[in-house]
Structures are given as structure tokens and as C-alpha cells.
């Protein structure tokens, strides 16, 4: 009997664990989209530089 409790419980982990790394993939897809559809790519990429890798100045208001 506590053999299969053990392992009902390690089941249902189990599947608890697939279904958040699937939210998570899906959260991700997401993000991917929304920065390609933002074109977020264009200030956050300096010169021949890595995508997203900043090294662009930003003229902010100061405080």
C-alpha cells in the first residue's frame, strides 16, 4: 500500500512538472513573438553587434 502511494504521488508530480515547463515553453513563444512584432530587435542591437545585446545610448528625462 505505501509502495503505491510512492508512486501515485510520484505521478502526479510528474505530471504537474510537464504541465508548467509547457506553460513555460508556451510563455516563451510568446515573448519571442511580441519582441519580433516590436521589432525590439532594432533598438537593442548596436552596429554589428549580438541581437538584444544593447549598446545603443537612449536619451532618457532626467528625474
Known amino acids: 500500500m505505501k509502495a ?14 510537464n504541465a508548467a515547463e509547457a506553460d513555460q ?8 513573438y511580441l519582441a519580433r512584432a516590436g521589432d525590439c530587435v532594432a533598438c537593442h542591437t548596436a552596429k554589428d553587434g549580438k541581437p538584444f545585446a544593447g549598446g545603443l545610448p537612449m536619451e532618457t528625462p532626467s528625474a
Do not use: K, M
Open 25 to 32: 515553453q508556451a510563455l516563451v513563444q510568446q515573448g519571442e
Open 4 to 17: 503505491l502511494v510512492i508512486a501515485t504521488l510520484a505521478l502526479l508530480g510528474s505530471a504537474a512538472a
